[in-house]
């Protein structure tokens, strides 16, 4: 099966920089990818690694080390906009592509 | 239009009720998920149909019941459902089988079972 720990708060100041971070332990999946969500809101995607290195969007980055099972989103320039949770996710290799499974999720604060 | 919609935006049913929730899309997408969301934690995957025939039944009670009419729409049938079951189940859809397999997600149907 597929796990996908991730710390489950974070805080960090307006303009600041914060990394999340995803740590897993799969028989193998597609890619990583990365879905923020505000209180009440729906899952929007921010991100997808499917091979390992730097993904940059805009202020949004993303990283994966398969030999390391590890992934992490990092934020620059932190705006009030970005609390929201934040959670990663697979698709499994064995399984099927269609089974998506979400890692425990990262709530963010931005404090002023 | 990259728009997921899903009605009703809440729902309160007693445990003895019958009602669906309903999903739309209209970006040509042929896979179809539902998953269910308690407060505080991840979505977890139920259902999800590929080219309109259901691939994968993540071992849910039978109480919940989905349909696939056709490849713009997606149904999740409720029957006798207990308070546990009160959670925010999002449909989701995306590519069946290649690209990033970006889920776009619906607002979500609110749910609460007395």
């Known amino acids: 099966g597929q796990s996908l720990e991730q710390p489950s708060e974070v805080t960090a100041v307006e303009g600041a920089i914060v990394q999340i971070n995803c740590t897993y332990q799969t028989s193998g999946f597609y890619g990583l990818s990365w879905y923020q969500q505000h209180d009440g809101g729906a899952p929007t995607f921010l991100s997808y690694?499917?091979?390992?290195g730097l993904e940059e969007t805009g202020r949004f980055s993303s990283f994966l080390s398969r030999s390391d099972s590890y992934g992490y989103l990092l934020l620059q320039e932190l705006q009030m906009k970005d609390s929201a949770s934040y959670f990663c996710?697979?698709?499994?290799?064995?399984?099927?592509?269609?089974?998506?499974?979400f890692g425990t999720g990262t709530k963010l604060q931005v404090i002023p | 239009d990259t728009e997921v919609t899903q009605t009703p935006k809440h729902l309160v049913m007693g445990m003895t009720n019958k009602k669906s929730l309903k999903c739309e899309q209209h970006m040509g997408h042929r896979a179809m998920y539902w998953y269910k969301q308690k407060a505080k934690k991840p979505p977890e995957l139920m259902f999800v149909?590929?080219?309109?025939?259901?691939?994968i039944n993540e071992s849910v009670p039978s109480r919940f019941s989905p349909e696939c009419p056709n490849s713009s729409l997606l149904n999740l049938h409720l029957h006798a459902l207990q308070p546990e079951d009160s959670a925010l189940y999002l449909c989701?859809?995306?590519?069946?089988?290649?690209?990033?397999?970006?889920?776009?997600f619906g607002e979500g149907s609110r749910l609460t079972v007395l």
């Open positions: 996710a697979v698709r499994p290799l064995n399984g099927g592509y269609q089974k998506v499974t």
């Open positions: 149909y590929s080219y309109e025939k259901l691939s």
């Open positions: 690694n499917a091979l390992d």
């Open positions: 989701a859809s995306s590519q069946a089988d290649r690209g990033t397999g970006e889920l776009f």
